[in-house]
């Protein structure tokens, strides 16, 4: 006869994000969390019966309210309040398993007011393309999966709406994209001055995230024009941009049926959806420049 052997069940990689907003000061705790519990489940495998079983989504939920009810100290913290809360509230759970995964933003220093933009460290890589035919090159340069996020200065609203819009306009947002962005240099010829390669990718780098950080948002195009625009209007030595920014989507989690309010002055938890996800592509050119990065970057 079979025996059932050791099991699980839960609650995979629940994307939670907390803002906590400290004046003008804001502060990212960006954590996904994955929730596995065992105990007296023998019953549901060999009957069906779930007399035992808290659901997942319950699991689910219990994540996010912790988020708001208990703030997220660190990450360890926070799994051991998880784990213990499982295991004490209910009979039939004796273990609990909390992993989690913690992304890491940094700062971005600008010259505007307020600290709450920020990029996530450790995600960028550098990319070029170098074409020759013996006679003139192209060099283009750029650089992908550069994550920002502003946790306030950003609105969207004003926008078409017809019988299947379902989205609220929305006044403080999170904005958040993942950069990919490619920029072609005017030194065509060896009889020109070569730029200086790293100086230039740093300080295109620079004004990329000073752009984003500075400008007050009303839509991610508008974002993406200034980011570009920036680039064009401090490096001369580079004629077209392009970026594809995908909208990295952060939804208010509603916490109403545990009784508690998620937007406060103090912060909010968001839930930080995979996608789908809105799609945002430009290209930038100096005046009197035409366009040759193709429009599909991924061929770079």
């Not at 960028?124 to 090159?137: K, M, N, Y």
Request: glycine letters at 8%; aromatic letters at 10%.
């Amino acid at each position: 006869m079979p025996i059932l052997g050791q099991n699980q069940y839960g609650k995979a990689e629940n994307r939670v994000v907390k803002i906590t907003r400290d004046g003008a000061t804001h502060h990212i705790k960006d954590l996904n969390v994955s929730v596995s519990l065992g105990g007296d489940m023998d019953e549901v495998h060999y009957s069906g019966s779930n007399a035992s079983v808290l659901p997942t989504d319950t699991t689910k939920n219990t994540v996010y309210a912790f988020a708001k009810e208990h703030g997220i100290e660190s990450a360890e913290q926070f799994g051991i309040h998880l784990a213990r809360h499982f295991v004490t509230s209910q009979d039939a759970i004796h273990r609990a398993r909390i992993r989690i995964e913690e992304y890491a933003w940094e700062r971005i220093e600008h010259s505007g007011e307020g600290a709450h933009s920020f990029v996530r460290a450790g995600q960028e890589t550098r990319l070029a393309q170098i074409t020759f035919d013996g006679t003139s090159w192209e060099v283009i340069s750029g650089l992908k999966d550069l994550v920002v996020m502003n946790s306030t200065d950003s609105e969207f609203w004003g926008y078409v709406k017809d019988k299947y819009t379902t989205l609220p306009e929305a006044y403080d947002r999170i904005l958040a994209t993942q950069v990919s962005g490619r920029w072609r240099f005017n030194w065509t010829d060896d009889a020109q001055e070569t730029p200086d390669w790293d100086e230039s990718y740093a300080q295109t780098r620079r004004h990329t995230l000073q752009a984003f950080a500075e400008t007050y948002s009303l839509s991610l195009q508008q974002t993406l024009y200034q980011m570009g625009s920036r680039i064009i209007d401090h490096r001369g030595e580079i004629d077209e941009v392009r970026f594809s920014l995908p909208n990295k989507h952060h939804f208010l989690v509603d916490l109403e049926p545990f009784g508690l309010k998620n937007a406060t002055p103090d912060g909010a938890v968001y839930y930080a959806a995979d996608r789908p996800y809105g799609l945002i592509e430009a290209t930038i050119l100096r005046d009197g420049c035409e366009a040759r990065i193709p429009v599909d970057l991924s061929n770079l």
